[in-house]
């Protein structure tokens, strides 16, 4: 929020209906919580809070948007942040089919058009929630990208997708070249991937 106000010139930071923020690592949402809080606070001094909430609920659907790749936690923070707009008094509707912008998706792959057709999934449902997350990824203007990626220096062999990420970190112009398993780690993954979404879109 406020490299947003001192660095990019946006006065309401987070607030501006123009800032698109992603966490791809949410988790049970504690950071999109947090940023709607923040967004809900500005919204408010300057509207007042009924106005603030409609805003925040309007935030939470198309331009503050969360990845995860574990259901269990997935779960935890649709219902964290639909209690959290419950409490502003803007809950999500089910009979308008509204939903906060979480979606069950491995963060690090799919920001490309695939090159063979999409594969059939078990069920409709994770189909819809496949296409709607790779919408996000290869239309929505992301401007700001947070939260607290995994650490894993033993992931596993990367999908070729995810072992690009780290490719462009193996040569160094002026220091030696990086040695070792440290790029390995699934952190160095979730930064270039942030990296080359904000830099390079």
């Not at 949410?26 to 967004?39: P, S």
Request: charged residues 25%; contains cysteine; proline residues 7%.
């Amino acid at each position: 929020d406020g490299v947003l106000k001192s660095e990019l010139q946006i006065p309401d930071g987070l607030a501006d209906g123009r800032v698109v923020v992603l966490d791809p690592c949410c988790g049970t949402g504690a950071y999109l919580v947090e940023v709607l809080r923040r967004i809900e606070r500005t919204l408010a001094q300057r509207e007042g809070a009924a106005l603030a909430a409609r805003e925040v609920k309007r935030a939470a659907t198309q331009r503050v948007f969360g990845f995860e790749i574990l259901p269990a936690p997935f779960v935890v923070s649709h219902l964290q942040l639909g209690l959290y707009l419950q409490g502003l008094g803007a809950p999500l509707s089910d009979e308008r089919g509204e939903r906060a912008g979480v979606f069950l998706t491995n963060a690090l792959t799919g920001w490309e058009p695939p090159k063979e057709p999409k594969a059939r999934l078990p069920f409709p449902e994770l189909e819809q929630e496949r296409d709607a997350a790779e919408k996000v990824k290869r239309e929505a203007p992301i401007l700001v990208i947070l939260g607290n990626p995994p650490y894993n220096g033993f992931a596993g062999v990367a999908m070729a997708e995810e072992r690009d990420l780290s490719t462009a970190y193996r040569t160094a112009k002026k220091a030696p070249a990086p040695q070792g398993q440290g790029l390995h780690d699934l952190y160095v993954r979730f930064f270039r991937m942030a990296e080359r979404r904000i830099v390079e879109k």
